[in-house]
Nanobody
Framework: QLQLVESGGGMLQAGGSLRLSCAASGRTVVGYAMAWFRQAPGKEREFVGA????????YYADSMKGRFTISKDNDKNSAYLQMNSLKPDDTAIYYC????????????????WGQGTQVTVSS
């Protein structure tokens, strides 16, 4: 079983940057695509971006392109989400997810989820 734990969330002002980490345990993430989703209060879960099992391909939601960057370090069994130029609309709980095989933006195709980390951006 793969366990995922997110960290790095916090409160910051608009325009700032934050780097979220997703540490995996129980299995190696080699062979797993990993993704980030977020959920704001009163809204549905939203795809942020994903990275392929080898870390060579990334895919982002249109509203995140250019501001967010996903990376994966198989040696550290971790994935990361670098977020720049943050806006109040980015306020949400951010979740890390993993699945064996290719990346996708479909949440129901991810088998393993972390507990989430809160990001709050003030204006």
């Amino acid at each position: 079983q793969l366990q995922l734990v997110e960290s790095g969330g916090g409160m910051l002002q608009a325009g700032g940057s934050l780097r979220l980490s997703c540490a995996a345990s129980g299995r190696t993430v080699v062979g797993y695509a990993m993704a980030w989703f977020r959920q704001a209060p009163g809204k549905e879960r939203e795809f942020v971006g994903a990275i392929s099992e080898h870390g060579t391909t990334t895919y982002y939601a249109d509203s995140m392109k250019g501001r967010f960057t996903i990376s994966k370090d198989n040696d550290k069994n971790s994935a990361y989400l670098q977020m720049n130029s943050l806006k109040p609309d980015d306020t949400a709980i951010y979740y890390c997810a993993a699945r064996e095989g290719s990346l996708t933006n479909a949440a129901d195709r991810y088998d393993f989820w972390g507990q989430g980390t809160q990001v709050t951006v003030s204006s």
